[in-house]
């Protein structure tokens, strides 16, 4: 147990972690600053705190979790659109897992919905990791890293 708390790999979950915080962050005070300062309407608020979220998420994702680094502009595009349609995908399923859930099932009323809301974030944060880790960011790591 000691060699797994000192090795790469949690370092790199506790990282995971870490950015995953600050990136709710950002959505949550973004869309309050809109929203609720500047008297953006509500679902432009919450579209534009969803996408300078998973930008920021991107960003941090690559230089401090991942340690990406990849030569040229087309391979930086293609990691970007490899993690922008990564995120899409968890989102969907997300959304479909909740509406099966609340409103094909009916619990959208009870203490279920909110363990289903709770269960299937913790799924999508396993998800979104493990793309991240094996489809999005394998493209290479910084020089003089150790991923």
């Known amino acids: 147990m000691k060699e797994f708390l000192k090795s790469e790999k949690f370092k790199k979950l506790v990282r995971y972690v870490v950015v995953g915080a600050c ?10 600053l809109l929203c609720y300062k500047l ?13 300078a979220s998973v930008v920021f998420a991107y960003v941090t994702n690559k230089l401090f979790v991942f340690r990406s680094h990849v030569d040229g502009a087309a391979a930086l595009l293609r990691e970007a659109a490899s993690f922008f349609a990564s995120r899409a995908f968890t989102a969907v399923l997300e959304w479909a897992v909740m509406f099966v859930a609340n ?39 910084k020089p003089g890293t150790e991923q």
């Open 23 to 32: 990136t709710t962050a950002v959505n949550y005070l973004l869309f309050w």
């Open 39 to 51: 008297g953006v309407e509500f679902d432009i608020a919450n579209a534009i705190a969803i996408v």
């Open 103 to 141: 409103k094909l099932i009916g619990l959208e009323d009870s203490l279920w919905g909110m363990i289903t809301k709770v269960a299937v974030n913790v799924v999508v944060l396993v998800l979104n990791f493990v793309l991240s880790q094996f489809f999005v960011f394998k493209g290479g790591k």
